[in-house]
């Protein structure tokens, strides 16, 4: 079966899905769908605003759909209609069984990390979190038990010392998107053999990578200054980990970090060194951080020079 006899349907809905996508359409694969994530409002004005996937399809003249329920009637029959043999879901919401099980070929899923490790809905996040110092990609077929299908295909990914969930989230779409169109292609020649999960990483503990709350990106300055730069690369740009100082008329200051290094002076857990001009420095366990990057709430992103042209950081007294 050729790329353009392979019918596809493809759902996606942010920037990591878009890159997958616009590698299918430019391998002359035969996309005849596309479903992603209805407009929502969004911006000061609250107009509404289309989904990266959506915004690439209409560029290139797919059909879009954006139900808001996978189990409404007319959405299964336009996509029924749509007699795809395969679909490929990039960094999209769970599907019931009727849509996934629908296409003869099956349904494939694009994951974040080396499955079975990092099941879950922040798998990138974690990794860089746990300090790993590689992670990957995964295709995998769909079935009743997220995340857990039998594995199509994998590529390894190194996390370097300074990456930042961003990095390599940037890095993961561009390897992400070589390993769909490999498993595309696996497919429509018949040449896949996909293993079950429990094959992979025998005897290896597995991390999870459940989804991150508020209270999760809250840093703990009691662990060790490695534990709290992971924690701060891990959640950079999105999430963000976050801290409060603590100043001198007893009043709190809620602050986002999201970016910051190794200093070698040793400060008590939660002190504040500061030239107030170059440098703020935050104990911790074993150590202490220069913060290089962050935002007061209510202030926009920047660097800690930019931050103390501004603000006397004399004032603060510590962190919590």
């Known amino acids: 079966m ?8 493809f759902m996606g809905t942010p920037d990591f899905a ?25 911006g000061r004005g609250q107009k509404l605003k289309q989904s990266p996937v959506k915004e690439y399809a209409t560029s290139v003249d797919i059909p879009v759909l954006q139900p808001e329920k996978l189990k409404n009637e007319d959405f299964l029959n336009e996509l029924k209609a749509l007699k795809a043999d395969l679909q490929i879901i990039v960094a999209f919401r769970m599907l019931p069984e009727l849509v996934w099980n629908m296409p003869r070929l099956g349904s494939f899923n694009l994951h974040g990390s080396l499955l079975p490790q990092y099941r879950g809905a922040a798998p990138i996040n974690w990794a860089v979190i746990n300090g790993d110092k590689k ?4 295709t995998f077929f769909l079935q009743h038990e997220i995340d857990t299908g039998n594995i199509i295909d994998q590529a390894e990914l190194a996390i370097n010392e300074d990456d930042t969930a961003g990095t390599v989230h940037d890095k993961m779409m561009v390897l992400g998107a070589q390993l769909v169109i490999k498993t595309a292609a696996a497919i429509s020649q018949g040449n896949v053999k996909a293993v079950p999960q429990n094959e992979y990483n025998k005897d290896v ?4 990578a459940p989804k991150i709350f508020k209270d ?57 060194e500061t030239d107030n001009k170059t440098y703020l420095r935050i104990g911790s366990k074993n150590g202490s951080l220069n913060i290089e990057q962050l935002q007061i709430a209510g202030k926009k992103r920047m660097t800690i020079e930019e931050l103390l042209r501004g603000f006397d950081a004399e004032q603060i007294i510590s962190v919590k």
């Open 2 to 9: 050729t790329n353009t006899d392979l019918r596809i349907v």
């Open 18 to 42: 878009v890159e997958s996508l616009k590698a299918l359409v430019e391998n002359n694969y035969n996309i005849v769908g596309v479903v992603t994530a209805p407009d929502r409002p969004a």
């Open 135 to 138: 992670t990957g990609v995964s």
């Open 205 to 208: 503990v597995l991390n999870p």
């Open 216 to 272: 999760d990106c809250r840093i703990d300055w009691t662990n060790d200054h490695e534990s709290v730069r992971n924690h701060i690369r891990g959640l950079s740009p999105y999430p963000t980990a976050w801290t409060e100082f603590v100043l001198k008329n007893e009043k709190t200051l809620s602050v986002k970090i999201f970016y910051a290094s190794f200093s070698e002076t040793q400060l008590p857990v939660g002190a504040i």
